[in-house]
């Protein structure tokens, strides 16, 4: 069953708008959640993360919210350019035994964002 | 420049020819991963490896072997392909692994995998 679940294959949203790309898990033994972005023909890169133990972490235009409670986590976009078109996954990392720690992907949201 | 590199990036064979997707990282990171990325299942890992000589199982590890020989490569090996292995791979590395530890994970460009 899987544990992270992006239930949102794709959002399209006009330049300057606000991007909502939301992310669902099951476990709550998860002690970090992440996001990655991908654009074609590379691989994912680092966008930003939250430890359980927060409910918010900004970095510029992009900001995570926890929801522990709801087992629901978010990534606000704001304003969203061109250049955030990519693919979003959201992961999550699990501090109990036998998880050693390894990431758990969801399986992505394609974001367009049009001019 | 600090980066994960993949070798070779597109590759089309054969069923059962073996074959060796090479992965090396310039950052003296303790820890490295190998993913397959398919269409509507997204990343899911195949083998990890916590250190030198420690390799360990993912989630989908059948068909596949790995070794860690070095610190710095992590090659993933197909000993008899088939077409159900072709797929997007990536290579990842951390400065550590484990429970206590986070560090974000750096993620080779990719090998497009495509076998007949």
């Known amino acids: 069953d899987q544990q992270v679940k992006q239930n949102s294959p794709s959002l399209s949203v006009q330049e300057g708008r606000i991007s909502i790309l939301n992310c669902d898990y099951t476990n709550s033994m998860f002690d970090y959640f992440l996001w990655y972005k991908k654009y074609p023909a590379e691989g994912p890169t680092f966008l930003i993360s939250?430890?359980?133990?927060?409910d918010k972490n900004e970095d510029g235009r992009f900001t995570v919210f926890l929801n522990k409670s709801a087992k629901h986590l978010s990534l606000h976009i704001v304003p969203s350019q061109p250049g955030d078109s990519a693919v979003y996954f959201c992961?999550?990392?699990?501090?109990?035994?036998?998880?050693?720690?390894?990431?758990?992907f969801g399986k992505g949201t394609k974001l367009s964002v049009k001019p | 420049e600090a980066q994960v590199t993949q070798n070779p990036r597109y590759l089309i064979t054969v069923t059962g020819k073996k074959l060796t997707v090479t992965c090396s990282q310039n950052m003296n990171h303790e820890y490295m991963s190998w993913y397959r990325q398919d269409p509507g299942l997204g990343l899911r890992q195949i083998y990890y490896s916590m250190n030198v000589e420690v390799t360990d199982k993912g989630d989908v590890p059948e068909g596949y072997k790995v070794s860690r020989k070095e610190k710095r490569n992590f090659p993933l090996i197909l000993e008899s392909p088939s077409p159900n292995q072709t797929s997007l791979y990536f290579c990842a590395s951390s400065l550590r692994g484990g429970l206590v530890s986070y560090n974000e994970q750096f993620f080779g460009p990719g090998t497009r995998l495509t076998v007949l």
């Open positions: 992961a999550a990392k699990g501090n109990y035994g036998g998880s050693q720690g390894n990431l758990i």
């Open positions: 939250i430890s359980s133990i927060k």
